[in-house]
């Protein structure tokens, strides 16, 4: 068994760092994507769901999976039918689209990721105003084109692709970025040996970036979002990693019908009936 522990993390100093984020809760002010920062996709939701992973690493609580399911609806809503005719997802941006394809696979969300896969990359890159390198976009491209075909038929393209900062950004790509490509391109060379290095080394490299003074308590340390869902992938292509680490919350890999479990759906019931209460 591989294993990769968490940094330190109080649940109750849970926050969003400001210095780079796109599409945070609506009712705040919205702050320009930052071409030196991380631009994390926020959601109210993400952040409970980040204090909750804190005391439920694994996500065996079904009031986790609510957390978890309702961050998935609102992060890739901003990309489908409905948030695109509110201009959602001009806000979103391509780091926000990239979060709705991650959270897609964790969720095993079939219909929005047909909307995902079928979203114009371009319009990405018009609402990015320069603040975001080429190869964000070119790997959107990648990522839609191997989910209609099968990740091995974009890896020689993949692995050309230059990940490479000209805004400075690059402590980022090579900390959060890069990290998450290089095990996508294990996962579509089919090697499951470099798979379980490579995840081990990317999950270090998480831990190096968000364990410092300014990162240690964001939402986005508490696990990863890009590696957690390449996980999903792999486990459901038929492989399963013996690295067991809190920054992959085993049970959304382990049990791929978390979303539609009678579990969840009692928790959104219970969730459901307390609202009601409490409105009536």
């Given at each position: ?69 309702a961050t998935e609806q609102t992060v890739t809503r901003r990309f489908r ?192 009936s307390a609202r009601t209460r409490a409105t009536g």
């Open positions: 068994m591989i294993e990769v522990p968490r940094h330190d993390i109080d649940a109750r100093s849970i926050r969003e760092v400001d210095a780079g984020s796109v599409a945070p809760v609506v009712s705040l002010a919205r702050l320009p994507a930052r071409p030196d920062g991380p631009n994390f996709s926020r959601s109210m939701d993400g952040t409970l769901l980040a204090r909750m992973l804190v005391t439920d690493p694994a996500a065996q609580r079904p009031r986790t999976w609510c957390f978890a399911h039918a409905p948030g695109i005719e509110y201009g959602f997802d001009r806000h979103g941006k391509v780091s926000g689209w990239r979060a709705a394809f991650w959270w897609a696979l964790i969720a095993r969300d079939v219909d929005a990721m047909g909307e995902l896969v079928d979203y114009p990359v371009d319009r990405l890159r018009e609402f990015g105003n320069g603040a975001f390198d080429d190869y964000h976009y070119e790997w959107a491209a990648l990522l839609q084109q191997a989910w209609r075909y099968g990740p091995k038929t974009v890896y020689a393209a993949t692995r050309a692709l230059p990940v490479t900062s000209r805004l400075g950004a690059q402590q980022v790509t090579e900390f959060l970025h890069r990290p998450a490509l290089d095990l996508f391109l294990r996962l579509a060379d089919g090697d499951s040996e470099g798979f379980d290095w490579q995840l081990t080394q990317s999950l270090r490299l998480h831990r190096t970036f968000f364990d410092t003074p300014t990162w240690c308590h964001d939402p986005e340390a508490v696990f990863s979002l890009p590696l957690l869902a390449l996980c999903c992938w792999a486990r459901d292509l038929g492989y399963r990693t013996p690295l067991r680490s809190p920054y992959l919350p085993a049970t959304f890999i382990d049990r791929p019908d978390w979303p539609h479990s009678p579990e969840l759906a009692d928790e959104l019931s219970r969730v459901e």
